[in-house]
Each structure stands twice: as C-alpha cells, then as structure tokens.
C-alpha cells in the first residue's frame, strides 16, 4: 500500500522530497519549466503543514563529478519566485555543510539540495549515500514519477532509512490515473501508439492486448507494422528484425477480437528535415520516407474512437519536430480532447512535447510526466519508485 501525502503528520518535521527539476537548459537559463511547475502544489502542501522541505533532484548526465553547467543554480532562483521565499541552494547533496543547513532550516521554509548525480552513488543506489541522504530528516515524499522506474539512491534506496515515507501529490495522482488504465478499465477501450520503434512499445501492446477493445498505431512504428502486411513503405524508418514480431502481434490481436488500425494514408517527403515539405500519398514512392498520418487516417482513427469510454495515446503520430509533419498528430489530439465523456490519458515525453501549448490539452483526463516510468507502467512492471514507498 502507498501512503498520500495527506496521510502523514507533517508539523515540525523536516521532509526529504525527490522532485524531478530534470528541466532543459539554454544559455544557463530554464527552457520549459513545467516539471518543477508539476511539483508546487506538493512542496506548498509540505510548508503549509509546518514542515521544513528538503528538495532533492538530478539535473542531465554529469561526467564523474560536480559541473557548474549542471548546477541546480537555475532551478533554486525559480522556486524562489515561485514560492515568494528564497530557497537555499545547499553546496552539496551530502556532507558536513549541507547537515548544518538541513539542522537549522525552520518549518515553512525549503531548501534545495544540489545535482545528486554529482555523486557516481546515486545512479549506482549505494547504501552508504542513502543513508546520507536520509540523515536529519524524519519523512521521505517521492514526488518525481520520471524517475520511478530507476532503482536509484534518491528514488528506492533512500527509502530504507526513513520510517515515515509518501507519495507526493503528482506521484499519486500518476499512480491512479494509469492504475485505472490497467485495473477495470471503462470499455470501450482504446489504445493508441506512436513514436518510432515497435521495440520500445512491444511491452505495452502485450500488456494492453487483453484489456482494450481496438489499437490505432501511427508515427515512425507503423511502417514495420504495414510492411508485415506486405505493404510497401518506401524509405520509411522500418526495423527490419521486428517485422516477423509485429506481424505476430497483429495475428494475436486477431485472435482475441481486437481491432488493429494502422495508417492508409501519409505524408512523405524525401528526407526528415525540420524545412521540408510534405505531399500526401495513399501508396508511399520508393524514394520517399513517411513522415506523418494523412487526413484520411485522421479521420478513421477519430472513428474508432466513436464511443469509446477510455484511451490511452503513448507516441507522436508523426515528425512532430517538423510543423509540417505535425499535422496528423494535432488534428487527432484536438478530436480526442473534445470527447468529455472519455478518461483520456496521454502518455509523457514526447507525446505531452508534441501537444504542448495547446488551449485544448486541459481537457485531457490526465497528461503523464513520465516517458521510461509510464511506458513500463502500462507494460505492468514494477517500478522501483513506487515500490520503495509501499509499507
């Protein structure tokens, strides 16, 4: 069982909590700071219940140490407008100075802990940094779904060290959104995929096979799907050693009656280029690549979604890099966010990318801030993350 947040006693408590302020950089500055956005309702919950918040996250792929490139810097100045009160960016993650400052931080007040993969040991879920990590707090929240499905010091092993452990208020509001996904789903049910390889949906399209009603699959990963139909795609990205695997996923979707919907029309373009410019084609020429779903299958994949009480959409429909190949999934974002009698739920990453800024994503049921953790979610795996916080 996992704790909420409002489950725990938080007054004059000193809270260790894991956010993922894994946010793009540019120029020192934040690019998109929605992921440290998605964590202030949790940290404002911690002040506000007399607690002090000791917040913790990773920052990019350090090499073997500290680097000022990769500092939290950024992200404490941006907490700080955010909650009206400066918060404190600590040296270090550990060690004697950051403890000092862990001893004297006062309820209502947080401070930020700096990059934790400046240390080899946190990746690597060394007990000996776990238990640094722990030291001088009473609670642990995990509030960075992102990374749950590492098994790292920060997200599991920390967790051996403090009694008192809970899942943040975005954490569990990821866990029952795609549980409702898995257990007792409303039916209809669909599911619809994209992105570019079969290889990183196999998992989800096995674990969703017995619970949904119909699969519509477009992006780079339809074409390996269509050419195990014995349809020509061109240049069109393609696994070669997957197409005997998706031609055997379409044949058991078969068997158990459910409907598997690729794309009958595309838009191609010589190469995959930010500047190119797309035609539409129902058979795709030889020296052409598929680049997005055509109109026509626009159309058919918003009809198979005609009464369906629940979908779930993991994958971009398209190049979504490229406004001209961006089409295809925007149109169909648009149809299945007008539909307020369906739980929808979109899969994080590139997906939550592709749709960005877009008036109508408020109306989904729920938008992901995972991309690894929620694909092995919906593949049913075990999220280290989440285990770490069950009592």
């Excluded at 260790?16 to 946010?23: K, S």
């Excluded at 994958?315 to 406004?323: I, K, Q, T, W, Y």
Aim: with cysteine.
């Amino acid at each position: 069982m996992v704790f909420a947040l409002e489950d725990i006693r938080l007054e004059g408590k000193k809270v260790l909590l894991r956010c993922d302020f894994n946010v793009p950089l540019k120029d020192g500055k934040i690019a998109d700071p929605s992921r440290i956005d998605a964590s202030l309702d949790t940290i404002r919950h911690v002040l506000k219940h007399g607690a002090a918040a000791v917040l913790c996250s990773h920052l990019g792929r350090p090499k073997g140490g500290p680097s000022a490139e990769l500092s939290l810097k950024p992200v404490a100045q941006y907490l700080s407008r955010a909650l009206g009160d400066e918060v404190p960016l600590a040296p270090d993650c550990v060690g004697e100075q950051t403890e000092r400052l862990v001893e004297s931080l006062e309820p209502g007040h947080a401070l930020l802990l700096e990059n934790l993969r400046f240390h080899r040991e946190e990746e690597a879920n060394d007990p000996g940094f776990s238990r640094s990590l722990a030291h001088g707090k009473h609670v642990y929240v995990n509030d960075a779904f992102g990374t749950a499905h590492r098994a790292h010091a920060s997200t599991a092993g920390v967790a051996a060290f403090l009694q008192e452990r809970a899942a943040g208020l975005l954490m569990m509001r990821e866990i029952k959104a795609l549980r409702a996904l898995l257990e007792n789903p409303a039916r209809p049910y669909v599911a619809v995929l994209g992105g570019a390889k079969v290889s990183d949906k196999i998992g989800v399209i096995r674990n969703l096979m017995a619970r949904v009603d119909a699969i519509l699959v477009g992006g780079a990963m339809a074409y390996t799907f269509l050419k195990a139909r014995g349809v020509e795609v061109g240049r069109s990205r393609l696994e070669a050693d997957k197409i005997d695997l998706a031609r055997g996923l379409m044949d058991e979707a078969g068997r158990r009656g459910v409907k598997f919907v690729l794309p009958c029309d595309h838009v191609v373009a010589a190469e995959a280029k930010a500047d190119a410019s797309g035609e539409t084609v129902t058979e795709i020429p030889p020296d052409k690549m598929a680049l997005d779903i055509g109109p026509r299958t626009v159309k058919e994949f918003v009809a198979c979604l005609n009464g369906a009480k629940t979908v779930v959409w993991n994958g971009p429909l398209g190049f979504c890099e490229a406004p001209a190949f961006a089409k295809g999934t925007l149109k169909f974002g648009e149809a299945l966010a007008a539909m307020p009698s369906v739980f929808s739920v979109l899969g994080g990453g590139d997906t939550a990318a592709a749709v960005k800024g877009r008036p109508w994503t408020a109306r989904f049921s729920h938008i992901s801030t995972g991309g690894g953790a929620t694909l092995e979610f919906l593949e049913g795996l075990e999220l280290p993350g989440i285990k770490a916080l069950e009592r």
